[in-house]
């Protein structure tokens, strides 16, 4: 099911820099989360598996059946909003896994999906959100007054906002030693911009519901665009130092605001 993927030279050399033991392989099928029986072939290719745990206070009782399952220790490998590519922690050393569905993309953009990846696994970022919030996702679910799958779409999103806080200051050194990877980061931002800027009048005119706007807006921050609020407020040292306490704050301030 999973096979070694050849690296380009530039991708080659952030592993080298960021997670130089990573293992990078193609799976065959596309997926949100492998169940275990198909995610422990991986210990095929590394030396130790070891699933991720996390205490029941730490989830409300009606989260998504998937986030359910993760936290309980079953060895179970990507989730909803990974994207095309998922990696984990969970076996040693660590596994960066592409997905089919990157096939007819950019190489230049796929190359930067890769280098992010491995800077991910190279700054010691949680795997999940659930390693972010710990025992305060059930105060952010209190604080939103959407479904528990909503919930877990802007509790993803916040997660990728504070991550891209860190990534981005490795992105933008890549100028002189991977300019190729600068410019598509660069590149993907740009494809962003318009859509950023005009998040406040989408989700005005219902053609945008909040989830979604969150997710857009902070996948925004690791690529340094200016966001409108109340997005803003999440692109700041602030939220970088404080991290989930910040978010939910940012959420209890936010919904109020959106019920006034």
Known sequence: ???????????????????????VVDCERDFETLPP??????????????PATY?????????????????SGDFTVGMPGDGSIAWTRQTDPPTIIVKPRVEGSPEPFLDF?????LVEVGLGVPEHFIGFFEDEYPALERATTLDPAGTYQVAAALYDGW???????????????????????????????????????????????????????????????????????????????????????????TFDALED
């Open 55 to 71: 205490p029941a206070a730490w989830l409300p009782e009606d989260v998504p059946e998937l986030l359910a399952r993760y936290a």
């Open 113 to 117: 999906l890769l280098a992010e990846a």
């Open 37 to 50: 029986a198909q995610a422990e072939e991986l210990g095929l290719l590394v030396d130790s598996l070891e």
């Open 163 to 253: 991550t891209g806080l860190r990534t981005r200051e490795v992105f933008a050194a890549w100028d002189d030693a991977h300019p190729g990877l600068a410019d598509a980061w660069r590149d993907a931002g740009a494809r962003l911009e318009e859509r950023v800027s005009g998040l406040p009048e989408a989700v005005a005119r219902g053609e945008t519901d909040f989830a979604d706007a969150t997710e857009l807006a902070c996948a925004a921050i690791k690529h340094g665009l200016e966001l409108p609020a109340p997005f803003a407020a999440l692109d700041t040292d602030a939220y970088r130092v404080h991290g989930s306490d910040y978010a939910v704050t940012w959420a209890e301030k």
């Open 1 to 23: 099911m999973f096979a070694a993927r050849e690296l380009s030279s530039a991708v080659a050399a952030v592993r080298k820099e960021h997670a130089p033991d990573a293992v």
